[in-house]
């Protein structure tokens, strides 16, 4: 962690009023560093945010830039890495700060000009290096080169744990003029759309790196700065969007990637150990950025006005969390020898974390091209590298959908011509090396691959994890995909569904990208699943049959409270009254029996007993449910969870931990309030026995406490078994009158269910639309809410999202 001069800075831009919005008042900056919003759940309410800077909509570029942004750019001439980002909702102004356009210059041309202007004060050797990238679906395509619609260029770690993007190519610039042509061509490449809110909206996070030689004014000595500005793309409400279906995906993979970013501020403010980097491509790339050696400015751009108010709220929120990041202090190196002009020595402790598409991809720096076990460059990539500027003759392409640099004059940019003859010399001795380091990675890489290959066509089930996974070119993974997909087919034909979708799994490992093949993944999960739930409890029935001893009805016979005993053994059993007929026979006639009321029922792959007292007994309780379903996720019940029916007719649900049971719905069990043993034990039903004290006594307290308990008579819900701590807290919900003595009761795993918990944290569209009750726009709600809170605990939390119980209920089926 470094000191406290290398925080993240965070500046906050107010976006003027379009012509087509309606101006008010909603958001105002107060002073020089504070933004003034109404909260948007109560109008009459202000909120503060405070900030390194704040500029309101009348701000002009040139006033953002000095001095905060000319500050920064002045560290890369001392061999530091900057980054600035610009974060924000859709329309919110991030492309208009960082590119500008023809009139307003922005970031980009202005600190290009900058850099230029001080080419001869500041010794910056000439040419500099510009590569300019975008990230589009979780995919990172070069915008120096024409459009490509393949896979995309592969993040990786050189041997010192250096990110950087491979095979990105690199253009030498003298001038401001040379800057212009390419930068012109470039951003006509990144893709951009109409959408409702943005009649031009990036579809894709921009990221431009420039990296220069600067001798510095302390110790005379050369060193490496790296600039990199980044426009990331908008955050998006798909309820105001009107997205379609081409759009809702882009704006997934916007809102997803904005998501993990979240998630990594967290996890460096909380002091996590682990960062979530890898969880998508533009957190990678920006590891050294947040938390890492660079200088770093957050512009959090916001929309103005009433209808923005929410975002604007979270978006302020997310850069107040940003500008707690405390970056470490930079360690720098100068480079050490003419020859090797970049080859600054840095000790690995104090160069983990570097930018990608830069130093870790400089093919002029053998020490950090060097090649290990995760550290390749492809051959292509050095001679990209060491192509010098292509001068697009595209006359035309001056002028630009968006952001087009006019032709201004530039006068104060000198041009030192007689720097570019040393550098050529030695780029040139350093491309030799780096050819010779290139034909080096293509042989291993060669070697990589024909591992894996051989290890895929022994049979071996091996996964490769990501980091190998970076290493194979984007042919060998489509090719081993597909080979995949015709193992898996052959064994799902032939009946082997298991085998069948473990190669499957492999194949979607190499191409994530196949959508009908993730389709098919979860189809046939569901379809093994089904099948091993009716396979599983086939036994318990069998066990039934043959063994009744084991039938966990038993856990009622020690019931205080006078309650009826029950249990299929009862013929067995003298102590058991009333005399009921054996079990076997109510399963033979799968009929209620008459005199116990025990009845069997088989829907859905699931089973369920029902008992009931007699009334002669005169017991508090009338009916007793047992239901065993197998959970989806778990295909042994982990543990028993014991439901009182709704409190009308006092009755009980057992129902083992696990979704999934069709008759839950049917018999609307999901209204009953949840507990849940402790006992962890694994399905076989003879297990349970063990438990039948403690859920007898529990079951004795609920009995006793239960008028105390307040129904939420809507949904038949109670919220005092709500597991959600949060939701207890809730004024709107009905409050839990009188508790339990053994809290774990209160807190019902069930609502926990970690496969189900984790799908939906996943917050992917397409895994929530497929939860019980949960459409398009659910699933977006449950998906906002979760992109904006952080990762839910207990299915409740999704009330607070705005779902109804009965809603989060049906979710609990799913
Ligand atoms: N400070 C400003 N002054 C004048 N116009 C602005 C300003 N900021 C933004 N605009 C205008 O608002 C519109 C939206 O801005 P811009 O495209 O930069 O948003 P964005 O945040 O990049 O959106 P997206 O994420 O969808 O790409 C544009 O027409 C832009 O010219």
């Known amino acids: 962690m470094g000191s406290l001069a290398n925080k993240v800075q965070v500046l906050c831009r107010i976006r003027p009023f379009l012509k087509s919005e309606n101006a008010d008042n909603s958001v105002t900056v107060e002073g020089t560093k504070t933004v003034k919003v109404y909260n948007h759940r109560d109008t009459s309410k202000e909120l503060h945010f405070t900030f390194d800077a704040c500029f309101d909509s009348s701000a002009s570029q040139k006033k953002i830039y000095f001095p905060y942004i000319k500050n920064l750019v002045d560290t890369v001439f001392d061999g530091q890495s900057a980054t600035i980002f610009c974060y924000g ?21 202005r600190a290009m000009m900058q850099i230029f202007s001080n080419s001869s004060t500041r ?28 896979p995309g260029l592969p993040i990786r770690e050189d041997s010192n744990r250096r990110v950087f993007v491979a095979g990105l190519k690199e253009e030498l610039l003298n001038n401001f003029e040379d800057f212009k042509k390419l930068f012109n061509v470039a951003i006509k490449r990144r893709r951009t759309a109409s959408t409702r809110l943005n009649a031009n909206s990036s579809r894709s996070h921009a990221v431009l790196v420039i990296k220069l030689c600067c001798e510095s004014k302390s110790d005379s000595k050369m060193y490496e700065g790296q600039l990199n500005l980044i426009d990331l793309a908008g955050s998006e409400d798909n309820r105001k969007t009107d997205n379609n279906r081409e759009r809702m995906k882009e704006s997934t ?9 979240g998630k990594v501020i967290e996890a460096l403010n909380s002091g996590a150990s682990r960062i979530p980097y890898r969880d998508s491509k533009m957190t990678r790339i920006l590891q050294d950025s947040l938390g890492g050696e660079s200088k770093s400015m957050m512009i959090v751009n916001v929309a103005p006005g009433e209808s923005f108010l929410q975002d604007t709220q979270k978006t302020l929120n997310y850069a107040t969390k940003a500008r707690e990041v405390v970056n470490k202090e930079p360690v720098l190196d100068p480079i050490t020898s003419s020859a090797d002009s970049n080859s600054r020595k840095r000790s690995l402790n104090n160069s983990r974390n570097n930018f990608p598409g830069s130093r870790g991809s400089d093919a002029n720096n053998p020490k950090r ?33 968006r952001g087009h640099i006019v032709d201004h004059s530039f006068n104060n940019i000198k041009n030192d011509r007689s720097k570019n003859s040393l550098i050529k010399n030695q780029t040139n001795s350093a491309e030799k090396s780096t050819e010779k380091i290139s034909n080096e990675i293509t042989k291993r890489l060669d070697r990589l691959e024909s591992k894996l ?34 193992k898996g087919k052959e064994l799902e034909k032939s009946g082997n569904l298991l085998d069948a979708l473990k190669k499957f799994e492999q194949a979607l490992h190499y191409a994530p990208e196949l959508t009908s093949l993730s389709k098919h993944v979860n189809k046939l999960r569901l379809k093994i699943q089904n099948k091993s739930s009716e396979t599983n409890l086939e036994k318990p029935i069998n066990a039934l049959k043959n063994d009744k001893e084991i039938f966990p009805i038993h856990i009622l016979q020690n019931s205080l409270d006078g309650a009826e005993l029950f249990s299929p053994t009862i013929n067995k059993s003298k102590s058991h009254k009333p005399e009921l007929p054996s079990f076997d026979q109510s399963i033979a006639q799968n009929k209620p029996n008459p005199q116990s009321n025990l009845s069997y029922s088989n829907g859905g792959g699931n089973w369920k007993v029902l008992a009931s007292a007699s009334k002669k007994k005169k017991t508090e309780i009338k009916s007793m449910m047992f239901s065993l379903s197998s959970s989806p996720f778990k295909p042994k019940p982990s543990s028993l969870i014991v439901q009182p029916d709704s409190l009308k007719n006092n009755s009980l649900l057992f129902n083992y931990e696990g979704i999934g049971n069709s008759n839950l719905n049917n018999n609307n069990l999901v209204k009953r309030r949840t507990f849940q043993t402790s006992n962890q034990s694994n399905g076989d039903l003879s297990n349970k026995l063990s438990e039948s004290k ?13 008028n105390s308990y307040t129904i939420d008579s809507d949904s038949g819900y109670d919220s005092s078994t709500n597991p959600s701590k949060k939701l207890q807290k809730s004024s709107k919900l009905p409050k839990l009158q009188s508790h339990s003595s053994d809290d774990e009761y ?52 999704l009330v607070n999202a705005g779902l109804s119980k009965s809603v989060v209920n049906n979710i609990l089926e799913s």
Not at 95 to 108: H, K, M, S, V, Y
Not at 129 to 147: A, G, I, P, Q, T
Not at 253 to 261: C, D, E, M, T
Request: glycine content about 4%; hydrophobic content about 35%; proline content about 3%.
């Open 89 to 109: 909702v859709t329309g919110a102004g991030k492309t208009f700060t960082i590119q500008g356009d023809d009139l307003n210059l922005g970031i980009i041309p």
């Open 123 to 150: 010794n910056i050797k000439l040419p500099i290096k510009l590569s300019y990238y975008e990230v589009f679906k979780e995919n990172v395509y070069d915008l120096l080169r024409e459009r490509d619609s393949g």
């Open 253 to 261: 993979a916007i809102n997803q990637s904005l998501f993990v970013l």
């Open 369 to 401: 091209t060097k090649i290990s076990n995760d550290s390749v460059t492809s051959s292509n990539d050095s001679k990209m590298r060491s192509r010098n500027i292509s001068h697009h003759n595209n006359k035309n392409s001056l002028s630009s959908e």
């Open 453 to 486: 290959n051989n290890q895929f066509n022994s049979g071996s089930s091996v996964i490769v994890d990501s980091d190998v996974l970076d290493l194979i070119s984007p042919t060998t993974k489509l090719k081993t995909s597909k080979a995949l997909l015709i």
């Open 694 to 706: 403690k859920l007898t006594q529990n079951f004795e307290f609920n009995l006793k406490k239960r």
């Open 746 to 797: 209160n807190e019902p795993k069930s609502h926990n269910n970690p496969a189900l918990i984790n799908s939906i944290n996943s917050a992917d569209l397409k895994d929530l639309v497929k939860l019980k009750g949960v459409g398009k726009k659910r699933a977006m709600v449950i998906r906002d809410f979760i992109v904006n809170n952080g990762y839910i605990e207990s299915v409740y939390d």
